[in-house]
Nanobody
Framework: QVQLVESGGGLVQPGGSLRLSCAAS????????VGWHRQAPGKQRELVATMSSGGSTSYADSVKGRFTISRDNAKNTVYLQMISLKPEDTAVYYCNVAGILRTAPQHPFDSWGQGTQVTVSS
């Protein structure tokens, strides 16, 4: 009942920047926690950044100071601003959105995006 559409991935040179977007649509009453994860070839999916309903953020040590998670509640959209990109940031990035459906009675949801490829290479 909730769909996530990711965009913004691509090929970028080391030191470059990208901004990922994740637009949520569907029968949403409210979005609570949001996050970005990534999975590199041959590696397990790892948590990159999260933001709570209150706006508190947390980041993986490997991206602190370079990545920033943000959200636009009016647009039900989550962003990941990435700067100073490194080859080791190459991965498929997935957004994760949790919240409450506009149903009666209300039910929680926890949805994942389809993933967007980020490649950092010269």
């Amino acid at each position: 009942q909730v769909q996530l559409v990711e965009s913004g991935g691509g090929l970028v040179q080391p030191g470059g920047s990208l901004r990922l977007s994740c637009a949520a649509s569907g029968n949403i009453f409210v979005i609570t926690a949001v996050g970005w994860h990534r999975q590199a070839p041959g590696k397990q999916r790892e948590l990159v950044a999260t933001m709570s309903s209150g706006g508190s953020t947390s980041y993986a040590d490997s991206v602190k100071g370079r990545f920033t998670i943000s959200r636009d509640n009016a647009k039900n959209t989550v962003y990941l601003q990435m700067i100073s990109l490194k080859p080791e940031d190459t991965a498929v990035y997935y957004c994760n959105v949790a919240g409450i459906l506009r149903t009666a009675p209300q039910h929680p949801f926890d949805s994942w995006g389809q993933g967007t490829q980020v490649t950092v290479s010269s």
